[in-house]
């Protein structure tokens, strides 16, 4: 498997490959900055769940914690640092197969002495496992003396907020460097223990503890530091049982004051007698592991020079890193836990482009950010009711408290002086059905009756109760009006397409899994038979909303070139943006790709590429799901060619793109395109379908995928499918149309 590669250092991509060589195990997330400081350089390390809230803002931040993985290079004295002297080799490597960070360089320093340096940095797979890293500094021509200094530094703020206080700073069992901290408004109590081989001497500081170890060193002779790390909260000793989340709707809370001792007594535990290479192994046969299913593979054409593999082995492994697997107090951010964008909130992301990964590897996973939502419905039912709605409305930003967070105000126009209002927790309502639609998929995909006995069913009601509060009467119909669409572009506008047909799925789908409500499935059936849905014109084309075709157009090209800069917004107001035919990203589009059947494929093709040419794409949720409705419409080339800008979202050679984080959708979603977009899958109907079409680049592509307790092994070539099983149990399946029925193992079809 390909590493992730950096051949160059420049200072202007130190965030992003912060961002992109982050390593992680959806509960704990840590950049990949480098362990000198360097100007504007941005570490962070993250635990999902833990959000604080600072004094004044209405929104809860992902708390950057302490950092661990900073240490500080004297070689007689003189300051190892990349921006003096002369770099003569430089590499760093994500390995993706294996989690493993190594960089590898050649430095002469500014007095002309050579040094070889290797740097290792490797994080445990699972839940409070341990963070390991290993120095070795080589003097190639000259004695040397080398002072290395680390450990946990407890400066690191949220880009100057301060979110934790430090309880304690201590040397615990020897020479274990312990740091006990409080999140200021949200109480979550952290403690990091720290470790360091050999041992050197430890002090404590201005809110840091450190060692500082000496090594005198003859030519080719290295210093080699070991460093080891836990990190852990209050959040790994609740009870994370998903069957008591229905139970009590509450997670039992831990209020023990001696949590902190309990924390350290844990991870002084677990570090004991462990060392780097230990859990080096342990991390290469978790991520071996992961792997075996994990992965889609390509076989390129020979002499095509493709990047493709890279793109989705990258997207497998940040969806793996940023996706907590079994607790549901948790869900996944905007950013994974790579970067402080968007405060490390849940946004419908994470049901809509996150969660089929795992459901088609891993259903306990997907369930498990299903219970998030479930966990959360009173105060979505509590936000509908502020706003004098029925049912759950959940909200636009989520964090650990299930309240709304996104903020009012987006930043401060520096020229007006005026603050946009964000409208989206006022009417980005569609989220509502999104969760709907994931709770529906989860049982088309695992046919799992108990979760929907007791969470799935009551979800779906609770959404489909909002639908039928949210929606008024007038000019004969029900209209859904004053709503935002997925295209964050056009706001307050009336019968959104896409919300009106997703509402009214919601609804069917919630009166399909409640019918001994039937006062519910009365209002409901009412809802479905009257509510206005927004159909083709003469011209074909379906108005996004009501207003939409009304709105003068123009040429976007420019803004095309500059796509996700968000660029139209320095030369146009918002205003005047939302009064234009300009979209941010996949609206009709977006619904295409949830419903594939809705509407004939002529209206589809011809609305693409109407819409499309509406579309900067400034969102990164937008091209890959142009892909895919490209490639259901038979447009292979340019369902490939989005396919290949969607993989340059966090690839591409923009350095500041991903500075605060990956986009995580925009890893679901190249997924997404691969399997929904070239293998064809549908999962609509009762049975699974395949309309595979390859890229012509694409020779074979192969990946497993879990649908109704049978875990299929694909692969595809051009002409020709493979199949395989587990077991011998029936299946009915669809290839291009045929329905077969699959009791052997294996079959393979020409196709
Ligand atoms: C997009 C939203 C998305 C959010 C978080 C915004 O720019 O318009 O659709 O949910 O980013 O990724």
Redesign the pocket.
């Known amino acids: 498997m390909k590493n992730l590669s950096e051949t160059k250092f420049a200072l202007s991509y130190i965030n992003k490959y912060g961002s992109l060589m982050a390593q992680g195990n959806g509960y704990l997330g840590l950049r990949a900055s480098h362990e000198e400081d360097y100007p504007g350089q941005v570490r962070g390390m993250y635990l999902a769940g833990v959000y604080n809230r600072p004094a004044g803002s209405e929104s809860a931040e992902l708390v950057n914690l302490p950092d661990i993985a900073g240490m500080q290079i004297e070689l007689d004295g003189q300051l190892f640092s990349l921006q003096m002297g002369k770099i003569v080799e430089y590499e760093r490597h994500l390995a993706l197969g294996s989690g493993l960070l190594t960089r590898r360089i050649i430095w002469r320093d500014p007095r002309g002495r050579l040094f070889e340096l290797n740097f290792e940095r490797v994080v445990g797979k699972t839940r409070g496992t341990l963070i390991g890293s290993r120095v070795s500094i080589k003097s190639l021509n000259q004695s040397v003396r080398a002072v290395i200094t680390t450990g946990i530094d407890g400066q690191q703020t949220n880009f100057g907020t301060q979110q934790l206080m430090e309880e304690k700073l201590h040397v615990a069992a020897g020479d274990f460097m312990v740091g006990h901290y409080e999140t200021i408004e949200s109480d979550r109590k952290i403690v990091i223990a720290a470790k360091v081989a050999p041992g050197g001497v430890i002090t404590a500081k201005n809110r840091q503890i450190k060692s500082q170890v000496t090594f005198d060193l003859q030519p080719g002779q290295a210093a080699i530091l070991e460093k080891i790390v836990m990190v852990s909260s209050d959040l790994d000793l609740e009870t994370t049982n998903l069957e008591n989340v229905g139970a009590d709707r509450r997670l039992s809370q831990q209020k023990d004051s001696d949590v902190l001792a309990i924390l350290e007594s844990t991870a002084l535990a677990k570090l004991a007698d462990r060392d780097f290479d230990w859990l080096k192994r342990e991390v290469e046969k978790d991520w071996a592991k992961f792997w075996v299913t994990g992965r889609v593979e390509l076989e390129p054409k020979a002499s095509t020079v493709n990047t493709d593999q890279l793109a989705l082995d990258f997207a497998s492994y940040h969806l793996e890193i940023m996706t907590p697997k079994n607790d549901p107090r948790m869900s996944v951010g905007?950013k994974g836990l790579t970067g402080e964008g968007?405060k490390g909130h849940v946004?419908?992301?994470t049901e809509i482009f996150i969660l089929p990964y795992f459901l088609h590897h891993s259903p306990e996973t997907a369930k498990n950010m299903l219970l998030y939502r479930y966990h959360h419905l009173q105060d979505a039912k509590e936000k509908a009711q502020q706003y004098g709605y029925s049912g759950a409305l959940f909200p636009w930003e989520s964090a650990f408290s299930g309240r709304e967070e996104t903020p009012e105000f987006a930043a401060i126009n520096i020229r007006t002086g005026k603050r946009q209002r964000i409208a989206s927790a006022l009417a980005e309502h569609h989220i509502v059905a999104d969760i709907a639609y994931a709770v529906w998929g989860y049982f088309q995909a695992t046919r799992d009756q108990i979760f929907m006995e007791k969470y799935g069913r009551e979800l779906l009601r609770e959404t489909a109760e909002f639908w039928l509060s949210r929606a008024v009467w007038q000019d004969g119909h029900y209209q859904i009006l004053d709503v935002i669409g997925?295209d964050?572009y056009t706001e307050h506008i009336d019968n959104n397409a896409y919300t009106n047909y997703l509402a009214v799925f919601n609804v069917e789908q919630a009166i399909r899994f409640n019918q001994d409500a039937t006062d519910f499935c009365q209002r409901g059936a009412d809802f479905l038979a009257n509510l206005y849905l927004p159909v083709a014109g003469s011209d074909g084309i379906i108005p996004q909303d009501d207003t939409f075709l009304t709105k003068p157009q123009i040429d976007l090209e420019k803004y095309k070139q500059t796509q996700g800069k968000q660029g139209i917004l320095l030369d146009y107001s918002r205003a005047e943006v939302i009064d234009m035919q300009i979209l941010?990203?996949a609206d009709l589009v977006m619904l295409f790709y949830l419903l594939p059947h809705l509407f004939p494929a002529d209206i589809v093709a011809q609305n693409l590429s109407f819409y499309e040419e509406r579309t900067i794409h400034d969102?990164s949720?937008s091209k890959a799901i142009h892909a895919i409705v490209a490639c259901r419409s038979g447009d292979v080339d340019t369902a490939y060619r989005f396919f290949q800008e969607a993989c340059l979202i966090d690839l591409g050679t923009d350095p500041h793109s991903s500075d605060d984080g990956i986009h995580a959708?925009s890893t679901g979603a190249i997924w997404l395109a691969a399997v929904f977009g070239f293998a064809g899958v549908d999962t609509t109907d009762v049975r699974l379908h395949f309309t595979p079409r390859l890229p012509e680049t694409w020779q074979k592509m192969s990946f497993h995928f879990w649908w109704q307790n049978e875990k299929l092994q694909v692969e595809l070539k051009q002409g020709m499918i493979k199949l395989s099983k587990g077991s011998t149990t029936e299946l009915e399946i669809e290839i291009n149309g045929k329905l077969l029925t699959l009791t052997d193992r294996e079959i393979e079809e020409r196709i």
């Open positions: 905007a968007y946004f419908w992301d997925p964050e941010k990203q969102s949720l959708a």
